[in-house]
T-cell receptor, first 110, second 114 residues
Framework: TQLLEQSPQFLSIQEGENLTVYCNSS?????LQWYRQEPGEGPVLLVT?????EVKKLKRLTFQFGDARKDSSLHITAAQPGDTGLYLC??????????FGAGTRLFVKA | DTAVSQTPKYLVTQMGNDKSIKCEQN?????MYWYKQDSKKFLKIMFS???????INETVPNRFSPKSPDKAHLNLHINSLELGDSAVYFC?????????????FGPGTRLTVL
């Protein structure tokens, strides 16, 4: 069974702080995606990483794919209340199916 | 302008009833999905269709039956609803079937079975 474990499950921080969330698996992924989901809405894609060791930046968000393509991290610099949401990682190993992690719920207090 | 739409947004019903959720995408995508998100926010694939053909059929009770009349629509019919079916159901679509394709999600349908 392919599993994606995300940590921490829940994170509550003050505006301006930095944070990192993790996505780990024993499986090797062809590609890995990060989505953000806000309450009452569906997930929205933030980034796709495909190469081991790849780093992508999206404004204050930095995404890294592990060298072995089994794990990924999302680092947010100077978090803002607008970053509040559920962050989901999703891995693809082949075939048609993408596996989602259980998510990290982030709350940024003003 | 809505890319992926679902109806209804909320569905409250009694155990044993039969209900349907409709999904439409106007993105011209070939692939559509149904996901179930439980109270712990775990998003689990149920079904996927590519050009009206079923390509993913996870271990889901056969009370759940998807139907794709055309590649822009994927509906989900649920027979004999049970308490454990209560969840948020998301429809999604993507351009292709492989990984790395961005999935566009609808706003979800919150199903509550009493």
């Amino acid at each position: 069974t392919q599993l994606l474990e995300q940590s921490p499950q829940f994170l509550s921080i003050q505006e301006g702080e930095n944070l990192t969330v993790y996505c780990n698996s024993s499986s090797v992924f062809s590609s890995l995606q990060w989505y953000r989901q806000e309450p009452g809405e569906g997930p929205v894609l933030l980034v796709t990483v495909v190469t081991g060791g790849e780093v992508k930046k999206l404004k204050r968000l930095t995404f890294q794919f592990g060298d072995a393509r089994k794990d990924s991290s999302l680092h947010i610099t100077a978090a803002q209340p607008g970053d509040t949401g559920l962050y989901l990682c999703a891995g693809y190993t082949g075939g048609f199916k993408t596996i989602f992690g259980a998510g990290t719920r982030l709350f940024v207090k003003a | 302008d809505t890319a992926v739409s679902q109806t209804p947004k909320y569905l409250v019903t009694q155990m044993g009833n039969d209900k349907s959720i409709k999904c439409e995408q106007n993105l011209g995508h070939d692939t559509m999905y149904w996901y179930k998100q439980d109270s712990k926010k775990f998003l689990k694939i149920m079904f996927s269709y590519n050009n009206k053909e079923l390509i993913i059929n996870e271990t889901v009770p056969n009370r759940f039956s998807p139907k794709s009349p055309d590649k822009a629509h994927l509906n989900l019919h649920i027979n004999s609803l049970e308490l454990g079916d209560s969840a948020v159901y998301f429809c999604a679509s993507s351009l292709g079937t492989g990984g790395g394709n961005e999935q566009f999600f609808g706003p979800g349908t919150r199903l509550t079975v009493l």
